[in-house]
């Protein structure tokens, strides 16, 4: 079983509709989750990260977090042409050492004008 | 504040050489991970250092190798290269403490080697 996973897409959404990531991981003592967008042939860039139960809004991105299910996903809502990346799902895991993330393989979105 | 920052982008080398690639983190960040990313097997992680030592490591044969200096930069060298060794190596940089915002990595922009 893989530390983490992601729905492998590829996504595609029209203009203006809301996309939904989704990413799961196999570590029940995981604290920390982070969302990052990589555009192709760039390096990853921080969307937002999430650590309690719930909902984190930023702007157009909500990221939402069920530790019982151990299921983390991000929404892009109005979602734009230009938010067409791959997004990549990391998690800190519970019990792990400082400084290791692990990332799952990414999600590719396309979104049509 | 600057971000991270990665020297050299583009490098291309040929099968058996050595190369070096350095990282300069966001001032005040202590902890350098290295990752390899490449189509087939994704972001794939290589090390990582703290206060220049050694805090984590992937599943990386020796020929892959880091160090971090006092300054918290860091190189990571790969000796005997192979053609699977061409990728695009990200380097991260956080504060390395306990804590989301802690241990949020920002990357930098890559170095993509390329081994003939």
């Known amino acids: 079983q893989k530390e983490v996973e992601q729905n492998s897409g590829p996504l595609s959404v029209p203009e203006g509709a809301i996309a939904s990531l989704n990413c799961t991981y196999s570590d029940r003592g995981s604290q920390s989750f982070f969302w990052y967008r990589q555009y192709s042939g760039k390096s990853p860039e921080l969307i937002m990260f999430?650590?309690?139960?719930g909902d984190k809004e930023d702007g157009r991105f909500t990221a939402q977090l069920n530790k019982a299910s151990q299921y983390v996903s991000l929404l892009i809502r109005d979602s734009q042409p230009s938010d067409s990346a791959t997004y990549l799902c990391?998690?800190?895991?519970?019990?792990?050492?400082?400084?290791?993330?692990?990332f799952g393989r990414g999600t590719q979105l396309t979104v049509w004008p | 504040k600057a971000g991270v920052t990665q020297t050299p982008r583009y490098l291309i080398k040929t099968r058996g050489q050595q190369v070096t690639l350095s990282c300069s983190p966001i001032?005040?960040?202590?902890?350098v991970s290295w990752y390899q990313q490449t189509p087939g097997q994704g972001l794939q992680f290589l090390f990582e250092y703290f206060s220049e030592t050694q805090r984590n490591k992937g599943n990386f044969p020796g020929r892959f190798s880091g160090r971090q200096f006092s300054n918290s930069r860091s190189e990571m060298n790969v000796s005997t290269l192979e053609l699977g060794d061409s990728a695009l190596y990200l380097c991260a940089s956080s504060f390395g403490r306990q804590g989301a915002t802690q241990e949020t990595q920002y990357f930098g922009p890559g170095t993509r080697l390329l081994v003939l």
């Open positions: 990391a998690v800190k895991k519970g019990g792990s050492t400082l400084g290791r993330l692990y």
């Open positions: 001032s005040g960040h202590r902890s």
């Open positions: 999430i650590y309690s139960n």
